[in-house]
Nanobody, 117 residues
Framework: QVQLVESGGGLVQAGGSLRLSCAAS????????LYWYRQAPGKQRELVAI???????NYADAVKGRFTISRDNAKNTVYLQMNSLKPEDTAVYYC???????????WGQGTQVTVSS
């Protein structure tokens, strides 16, 4: 069973930065696309960013230019650098690891990010 452990969440003032990390217990990143999602209270979970196995990235319009997703396959870790944070970024952030051929789909436990105004 693969475990994904997220870290880096917390409370920050608007305009501040946080870096989220998600580490896998097994070496699966090289054969996976990696995602960050978030879910705010009372809202549906939404896709924030994706990085493919080949390194291509894509972002939700709400975070473009402020967030950066990156991966380190050797460390089985995916990161989300979040800059210029806004109160509307407040949510629980989840990492998601999906096998390229759909063999597995793993989720992290979530990490809370709270941005105060």
């Amino acid at each position: 069973q693969v475990q994904l452990v997220e870290s880096g969440g917390g409370l920050v003032q608007a305009g501040g930065s946080l870096r989220l990390s998600c580490a896998a217990s097994k070496n699966i990143f090289s054969i996976s696309n990696l995602y960050w999602y978030r879910q705010a209270p009372g809202k549906q979970r939404e896709l924030v960013a994706i990085i493919t196995s080949g390194g291509t990235t894509n972002y939700a319009d709400a975070v473009k230019g402020r967030f950066t997703i990156s991966r380190d396959n050797a460390k089985n870790t995916v990161y989300l650098q979040m800059n210029s944070l806004k109160p509307e970024d407040t949510a629980v952030y989840y990492c998601n690891v999906r096998h390229l051929a759909g063999v597995f789909n793993h989720w992290g436990q979530g990490t809370q990010v709270t941005v105060s105004s």
